[in-house]
Every structure is written in C-alpha cells, then in structure tokens.
C-alpha cells in the first residue's frame, strides 16, 4: 500500500462519527461543515450516527486541538478543520450533562425548521413545485 505523502510533522489518521460529534483519540471535535451537512444527525429516528473520515493533525500535542478533514473541501478550497470540544478526562456527570444540551438544541433546531415552511407559506412566498 503506498501511503500519502504529508507535510513534515503531520500525521494520517481515522476519526468516527457519532451523535455528539467526530471522535478521535478519546475528545470530541466538531465543525462548522458537519454542523451544516447534519453529519451528526442521525437518518432515521432511533438510528446511530455512524462513519469514518480521514484526518491529519500536527505532531506535538496528542490528543491534537485540532483535526484536518481530508476528504472534504470549504469554501475556496479551504482545508476544513474540526476543533476539540471535549477532553476524554471529563466527567461522566459533565459528559452528560454536555449530551444533554446538545440534544435539547438539536430538538430545538428541528422545531424551528418547520416554523420557517408555516412562516413562508402565511405570506405568500411558499415554495412552488413543478409540474
């Protein structure tokens, strides 16, 4: 297998997708891209989030702060980077404390959603479909 050629002092590695964010090396990251992509929404109500996605990061501090996307592209080209959002030494009790408002907003977001189709169509502005 022939491996990527990388910049000195960077590393290739797999990070998992899961609910509450991408996962490697025990912390959570996140990004503006896979917020907005609804990577950490599950298809079907009562279904697991679940995938890989290839990462660099910088050698020097493990876990890394930050995280590279390999495979995805921002805008004008940008590599996107996915920054740490919880340290695997956390509380159980903060843990679940931080799943538990991350739920409430995703709740929240999916609620809000609708409201906007309701909102357009009381104006007049509904979304027309083709015939």
């Not at 590393?11 to 990251?29: D, H, K, M, T």
């Not at 890989?52 to 004008?76: D, I």
């Amino acid at each position: 297998m022939i491996e990527p050629i990388l910049p000195s002092r960077t590393r290739a590695a797999v990070a998992s997708l899961a609910q509450e964010g991408i996962v490697f090396a025990g912390c959570y990251y996140s990004c503006s891209l896979a917020i907005r992509a609804g990577w950490f929404v599950p298809r079907r109500e009562g279904e697991l989030v679940d995938g890989k996605l290839a990462v660099t990061y910088k050698e020097g501090c493990y876990p890394p702060e930050e995280l590279e996307l390999v495979s995805a592209e921002g805008l004008n080209g940008e590599p996107v980077i996915a920054r740490r959002l919880l340290h695997a030494s956390m509380e159980e009790s903060d843990r679940l404390a931080y799943q538990e408002q991350f739920q409430a907003l995703l709740a929240a977001w999916k609620l809000k959603r609708p409201r906007r189709r309701r909102r357009a169509a009381a104006h007049g502005t509904a979304l027309l479909r083709p015939e």
